[in-house]
Nanobody, 124 residues
């Protein structure tokens, strides 16, 4: 099964930038969708961005469009989330996830594999 490990979380001031990375191992990702979700304390897990491993098509939550960029490096099985102009309310644990069937880009229930998460804190 696919294993995912995130890195790159940390603390940043409002308006700052951070890049998260996720390395995948295991079976070939084929035409999977790789997504980023986030979950703040006492809040539901929410979709942030996703990318199709084969086509490179991307999807973004409305709240992050224009500020976040998802990208991938197929040769290294890496997915990145570049986050700019970060806001305090975006403090959360960020998770990388894989949906082998690309059956539901925006819905966390469609994703079968999850990383352990990486904490992002936006505070002055």
């Amino acid at each position: 099964q696919v294993q995912l490990v995130e890195s790159g979380g940390g603390s940043v001031q409002p308006g700052g930038s951070l890049t998260l990375s996720c390395v995948a191992s295991g079976p070939s990702l084929g035409s999977s969708t790789l997504g980023w979700f986030r979950q703040a304390s006492d809040k539901a897990r929410e979709f942030v961005a996703a990318i199709n491993w084969s086509t490179g098509n991307t999807h973004y939550a409305y709240a992050v469009k224009g500020r976040f960029t998802i990208s991938k490096d197929n040769s290294k099985n890496l997915v990145f989330l570049q986050m700019n102009s970060l806001k305090p309310e975006e403090s959360a644990v960020y998770y990388c996830a894989a949906d082998p069937d690309s059956s539901g880009v925006y819905y966390y229930t469609a994703y079968d594999y999850w990383g352990q998460g990486t904490q992002v804190t936006v505070s002055s």
